[in-house]
């Protein structure tokens, strides 16, 4: 007997559906209800400061009380984590996290706009909660992440937001935190022939993004007794000109983080260096300037050809001695899982171990001005952590087993885990 199928479509959308409902993330956990301890661990504040034996009280999505002499109140829910290590929940920042789902599908990338300056394009707004990668990264530690636009000379505005939402607004945490400025490369470097040449564009570069900051200063210094219309590409500047939202300042070479930290100076905004390839060449300057330092990645190649080979795993030692404030980050999206082991990385070349931990916690919090709330396990801020079974900053022993935003309790089950029983169970049964 042949079946003869009259409605395709109608088919073909049911299946689509089932296959949408099976990949949905976990629901986003509800408020805390019920104060809770956690009792017998070892807790990395995101200071520097090691308690052992410490217990943590969590009452109203904060921290109440933390410490090794703190005794558990009567109606505690109490969590036994003897032998375990609790740290901050760590930061991403830099990250296209939630913009970005598969990056060779243009149609899942939201995270750069066309045209040179797009100061007013808001990465808030395209910011996708129910992104899958979100929580394959959560399940490593990191529990907030700076959502970053790219692209062209100015890329548009960043925010703070943490990892699990039902929505943007709901996951805002700092909204348009700063705007993000791509100083030009001096040289273009060809992947298929392997040839570096000089950039024949970059003074023009130069000259039209001065330009357009300068166009932005003039726009927002204007009283309001000048009129005229709105202009939200220039507008968009006026909080960074202001000193209310960072400068971010995308540039690798020496010559251009000077360049561009002045300018940005003489406009009053106040600069964050992004990527700092060669910022440990001008630890002088960016002490005297208090410009703090988002370094990319340990787990990269040196940024010249007179670096050393192992120049990126050197750096944050190299500006944690000279004194300079800086933060690790990680480019990408699901590569935000690596965050912890690229701050590792850093510990293995010279970084003290709590200062890696400071770097991914407590640093990116200050710089980005969140360090009220987030950032360290303090009495009195949010109850953002991590309980992990082994080293949270070795990939080989880290196990996060629990992690808690704002006291709330994540679930930290994802599709790589979700696979991972899958196929487990798979050739479980061809044992047999």
């Not at 039209?208 to 220039?234: M, V």
């Not at 106040?270 to 990645?297: C, M, N, W, Y």
């Not at 935003?405 to 930290?412: K, Q, S």
Request: charged share 20%; aromatic share 8%; net charge negative.
């Amino acid at each position: 007997m042949i079946y003869r199928i009259e409605y395709p479509l109608t088919l073909l959308l049911v299946i689509l559906l089932g296959t949408c409902v099976r990949a949905q993330n976990p629901t986003p956990a509800a408020r805390q209800s019920t104060p809770f301890a956690v009792t017998g661990v070892t807790v990395h504040v995101g200071d520097g400061t090691v308690l052992e034996g410490a217990t943590l009280l969590i009452r109203d999505g904060k921290i109440a009380e933390v410490g090794s002499g703190v005794q558990v109140p009567s109606g505690y829910e109490s969590i036994d984590g003897s032998g375990k290590h609790v740290y901050p929940g760590l930061i991403a920042l830099n990250s296209q996290l939630g913009l970005t789902e598969i990056g060779a599908v243009r149609a899942t990338n939201d995270q750069r706009e066309v045209g040179t300056f797009n100061p007013n394009a808001r990465a808030l707004i395209a910011f996708n909660t129910d992104s899958q990668v979100i929580p394959t990264v959560r399940s490593r530690g990191v529990l907030l992440a700076q959502a970053t636009p790219e692209g062209s000379l100015v890329s548009g505005r960043s925010s703070i937001l943490q990892l699990d939402a039902w929505n943007f607004e709901d996951a805002a945490v700092l909204a348009d935190d700063g705007v993000h400025v791509n100083w030009p490369n001096r040289n273009s470097y060809n992947w298929q022939t392997g040839d570096l040449k000089p950039n024949e564009n970059y003074d023009e570069q130069v000259r039209e993004l001065e330009s357009f900051l300068q166009q932005a200063g003039s726009y927002c210094g204007r009283s309001e007794e000048d009129g005229g219309n709105r202009l939200l590409k220039l507008e968009a500047f006026c909080e960074a000109i202001a000193g209310n939202a960072n400068a971010y300042l995308h540039a690798d070479e020496a010559r251009n983080i000077q360049a561009g930290v002045l300018l940005m100076k003489r406009m009053g905004a106040r600069p964050v260096v992004v990527g700092g390839g060669q910022a440990h060449l001008i630890t002088d300057f960016l002490k005297r300037e208090g410009v703090p330092v988002i370094l990319s990645s340990t787990q990269a190649l040196p940024n010249s050809q007179d670096d050393a080979i192992d120049q990126p795993y050197r750096n944050p030692a190299l500006l944690a001695e000279a004194g300079v404030e800086f933060a690790i980050s990680h480019e990408g999206y699901w590569q935000q899982r690596n965050l912890p082991f690229v701050a590792g990385q850093a510990v293995g070349f010279g970084l003290p171990y709590e200062k890696a931990v400071e770097a991914i916690t407590l640093a990116p919090a200050r710089i980005v001005g969140i360090d009220a709330d987030y950032g360290s396990v303090t009495r009195g801020k949010s109850a953002t952590f991590v309980i992990v079974d082994g080293d949270l900053l070795d990939m080989r022993t880290s196990v996060v087993e629990k992690a808690y935003i704002d006291g709330r309790d994540v679930n930290l089950d994802n599709k790589q885990a979700e696979l991972y029983r899958k196929f487990k169970e798979k050739y479980r049964r061809l044992t047999r």
